[in-house]
């Protein structure tokens, strides 16, 4: 009995509830290879009653809306708007000042806090490095926040995974919608055939969206030797891991670009050392591999994130991706 092809493989996802559907989009840099295909439903109710996904299917989008936002922050960059080292206090007021949570004491109801003496810059809020974290993620932060909760008070403006930023930028620029308001970390929706226009123009350095040495800038690795070290440590967290793509990031040493995660070292036939990465919270993963001139995004809309069926499906995708481009042998 022959091997199942990969779409077989996802079609039996699909039938056997695996995931209720995904959408697969990519392409390479030439233009001589596409991928574009949707397989199974919207949800998992039963086949005869589900709407079948389709390709023109509006996903929420989730933090895949920090690539377009570092991208557009970057064309500020390049006309000398913004500076990437500047203190970003005057744009966000809201951030200065912020002290640092440091701990608890012994009965878990008071917490240490210590002064920030260093400035927060637009490099660090782009690659992660700033201070600032999703509560969600830190149990220290989650203690703060219940303890404030309890206290009548609310968590402290700008350290929410979602607060009010200005949008004027992006509204003229990237988005052009007429929505009255915006909310930055979860209101991006859109389409992931549209996406993949994004990162084909990135991979394919046509000049349309950004400068060459702009994007070279941005495929570098901008984490400091010790802020690496702590993030490659935390990958080491299953959970974390696969929150963060799953299989894809096995023994991978990974840095943080100006917009995604940089894989550091070549994947044997796949992805090449400089490739930048990253996801959205209802599993949703991109990647852009500007030295092989590939890349792709695969979509669906499963909580919570970090779904292992979705990652591994993803990996075997990558795969074939690699090798029906003709990119897998180098």
């Known amino acids: 009995m022959a091997s199942e092809t990969f779409e077989q493989r996802i079609e039996r996802a699909c039938k056997d509830k695996e995931i209720p559907g995904i959408l697969l989009v990519a392409d390479d840099r030439e233009g001589n290879f596409r991928y574009e295909e949707v397989f199974g439903n919207r949800s998992l109710k039963d086949s005869s009653k589900a709407d079948p996904l389709t390709k023109?299917?509006?996903?929420?989008?989730?933090?895949c809306s920090k690539f377009p936002t570092s991208v557009a922050v970057m064309q500020c960059v390049e006309r000398g708007q913004l500076n990437l080292d500047d203190d970003v206090t005057g744009?966000?007021?809201e951030l200065k000042g912020l002290p640092i949570l440091t701990k608890f004491d012994e009965g878990n109801t008071q917490p240490t806090m210590a002064e920030n003496t260093k400035p927060i810059t637009l490099r660090h809020l782009l690659t992660h490095s700033s201070g600032i974290t999703y509560d969600v993620f830190n149990p220290t932060m989650m203690r703060y926040r219940i303890a404030v909760d309890k206290s009548g008070g609310m968590t402290p403006y700008?350290?929410?995974?979602d607060p009010e930023a200005p949008v004027e930028?992006?509204?003229n620029r990237v988005f052009g919608l007429d929505m009255p308001d915006c909310s930055g970390g979860a209101g991006l929706f859109g389409n992931v055939i549209d996406y993949q226009k994004l990162l084909h123009s990135i991979c394919a350095d046509d000049g349309k969206i950004l400068k060459k040495e702009t994007v070279d800038y941005m495929f570098q690795d901008h984490l400091s030797a010790v802020s690496k070290d702590v993030f490659n440590k935390r990958l080491e967290n299953p959970a974390i891991r696969e929150i963060l793509g799953g299989g894809v990031m096995t023994g991978m040493e990974i840095g943080y670009g100006l917009g995604g995660?940089?894989?550091l070292n070549d994947?044997?036939?796949?992805?090449?050392?400089?490739t930048i990465a990253w996801g959205g919270y209802p599993n949703l993963l991109w990647f852009c591999d500007r030295?092989?001139?590939?890349?792709?995004i695969a979509g669906s809309q499963i909580v919570p994130s970090?779904?292992?069926k979705f990652n591994s499906l993803f990996a075997l995708w990558e795969q074939e991706l690699y090798k029906k481009a003709g990119k897998g042998k180098w």
Not at 269 to 274: L, M, T
């Open 306 to 308: 970090g779904d292992t």
């Open 267 to 274: 994947v044997e036939g796949g992805r090449r050392a400089g």
């Open 291 to 296: 030295k092989a001139g590939l890349s792709g």
């Open 169 to 171: 930028y992006t509204e």
């Open 56 to 63: 023109d299917a509006t996903m929420w989008m989730a933090s």
């Open 158 to 161: 700008g350290t929410a995974a």
């Open 261 to 263: 995660m940089i894989f």
């Open 91 to 93: 744009l966000l007021p």
